[in-house]
């Protein structure tokens, strides 16, 4: 299918081009990004998988929690005795043939498959997530090598020297017109890939958007009880979800508060000793640092605060509008 395909090609791209294991010999700021890069990406791995683990331990045991504390294993008056109407709870509960609330087998049959689907769909979020924070975070770094170069571009020795021929010399300018090139070639590539992440990822992160304002309106509305099980069974998953959200809407707004820093340093080139045609690429690459790099999730919604605070304030309203 088309996504399987785009996301083999992206991935493909990331770990070809744009993971900074690819540049981290080619100077010593290059190095320290990667080395920050992959210490922020490594800790993010744990504590997603550390947050995903909990939450499926909360979500699955509670119920099971409940149902102890209140007796219903008892074998003599619990819902297994076949003497009381009381009835197990579940993670999640489905219209199932067979008997899954006074019968044990069919009981443990749904808390298997509970635990199973509740993983299944942790991993998915998860690893989703932890792929595009990876894809995110490595442009990000890519972003604040460019920006350095950009201000630790040379300036001629004249100018040094506050000489009256300040111009760049003919050998300086073999040298300038180089490093303008790998320049641009550089944040050529940071655009396309930029763009490559909002068309594989664009419906999904649609839909991502839509889950989390479903999902926040319906878990505030089982909260809003405020009683003790619901606090205990819904407050961890509330808190996670948001987490979720606010976490990819900060990391998204990574990319558009760098881009400002990018225009800056563009401008900042010292452009007014370079010949004619080395002042054309710098018009060239200022012109294309005004280029938006935020995520678009159907080539509509920007990804980023704005958005999470619109999906907030949305769902705090249909959550008082139902209640």
Partial sequence: TFYTEAYQEIFSVYVRKIHLFNVRNDSEYAMEMHTKIHKLCYFLTFFIHAFMSFGIIMFNLIPMYSNYINGKFNRETGAFSGVSNATMEHAVYFLWPFNNTTDPIGYAIVVVFNLYISLVCSINFSIYDLF????????????????????????????IRNEEQNDYTEE??????????????????????????????????????????????????????????????????????????????????????????LINAVYDLPWEYMEVRHRRTVHIMLRQSQIPLNTRALNMVDIGLRTMIALLKTSLSYFVMLR
């Avoid at 990876?134 to 630790?152: P, R």
């Avoid at 300038?176 to 050529?188: A, C, G, S």
Wanted: proline share 3%; hydrophobic share 45%; net charge negative.
């Fill in 132 to 159: 595009v924070y990876h894809l995110v975070f490595h442009i990000w770094g890519h972003l604040k090598i460019l920006i350095h170069n950009l201000e630790t571009f040379p300036r001629p020795i004249g100018a």
């Fill in 172 to 261: 300086e300018s073999k040298q300038i017109y180089e490093r303008l090139r790998e320049l641009v070639q550089h944040h050529d590539l940071i655009i396309d890939f930029v763009a490559r992440i909002s068309d594989t990822f664009g419906l999904e992160l649609f839909v991502y958007l839509c889950f989390h304002q479903v999902c926040g309106c319906i878990l505030l509305l089982e909260c809003s009880t405020l009683e003790l099980n619901a606090l205990i069974r819904y407050g961890p998953l509330t808190v996670i979800v948001f987490q979720l959200l606010i976490q990819v809407s900060f990391v998204f707004e990574l990319l558009g508060s760098t881009n400002e820093s």
